[in-house]
T-cell receptor, first 118, second 114 residues
Framework: DGGITQSPKYLFRKEGQNVTLSCEQNLNHDAMYWYRQDPGQGLRLIYYSQIVNDFQKGDIAEGYSVSREKKESFPLTVTSAQKNPTAFYLC?????????????????FGSGTQLSVL | AQKITQTQPGMFVQEKEAVTLDCTYDTSDQSYGLFWYKQPSSGEMIFLIYQGSYDEQNATEGRYSLNFQKARKSANLVISASQLGDSAMYFCAMRDTGRRALTFGSGTRLQVQP
């Protein structure tokens, strides 16, 4: 079955530690996204990538980094600079994020990673 | 400035009744898309329905319909014949030409009571 796989489901970070959240998709989608969700709140955009080897900052990129070396993969690193990392992280993909039809493109989401600080 | 506003943090509805979840948006673009997602307690986001700014008809998908009022910049989700499984968070989202990712509202928690 095609879809988006996020791992791990739960992750714990110690003070001063960098941690990496995995996101893999086999939908052959060009665009991928990372969102952060705090309890009782909506989703906020961290980073997105429209194509391999290219990515753009979202609204809350500080303290995070990403890479897009392969079409299928878009890992998110939560660095020690992110002072309040406890949140639910959702990865998503879409066929494309540019062009005339892009506004119609829905996002497909993974099942999320809950990150907590020890 | 907030682009998507959902003013109802929580809603209750009786099973088999209809419910409307409110969403207003702000954009200066003429071309944009509006989406609704459902998030059960498991956390996964489930796409429900889409409305394009140029679509003449209100979108419908099974028990879901979208009450799109372009002049008022509102895109309310209507769920008919509510079921217990409809209990979840519901998010309104928009993509316009100024942004290549979806912008989400703060969500509405719907609880369906037997």
């Amino acid at each position: 079955d095609g879809g988006i796989t996020q791992s791990p489901k739960y992750l714990f970070r110690k003070e001063g530690q960098n941690v990496t959240l995995s996101c893999e998709q086999n939908l052959n989608h060009d665009a991928m996204y990372w969102y952060r969700q705090d309890p009782g709140q909506g989703l906020r955009l961290i980073y997105y990538s429209q194509i391999v080897n290219d990515f753009q900052k979202g609204d809350i990129a500080e303290g995070y980094s990403v890479s897009r070396e392969k079409k299928e993969s878009f890992p998110l690193t939560v660095t020690s600079a992110q002072k309040n990392p406890t949140a639910f992280y959702l990865c998503a993909s879409s066929i494309s994020s540019s062009g005339q039809g892009a506004r119609r493109e829905k996002l497909f989401f993974g099942s999320g990673t809950q990150l907590s600080v020890l | 400035a907030q682009k998507i506003t959902q003013t109802q943090p929580g809603m209750f509805v009786q099973e088999k009744e209809a419910v409307t979840l409110d969403c207003t948006y702000d954009t200066s673009d003429q071309s944009y898309g509006l989406f609704w997602y459902k998030q059960p307690s498991s956390g996964e986001m489930i796409f429900l329905i889409y409305q394009g700014s140029y679509d003449e008809q209100n979108a419908t998908e099974g028990r879901y319909s979208l009450n799109f009022q372009k002049a008022r910049k509102s895109a309310n989700l209507v769920i008919s014949a509510s079921q217990l499984g409809d209990s979840a968070m519901y998010f309104c989202a928009m993509r316009d030409t100024g942004r290549r990712a979806l912008t989400f509202g703060s969500g509405t928690r719907l609880q369906v009571q037997p």
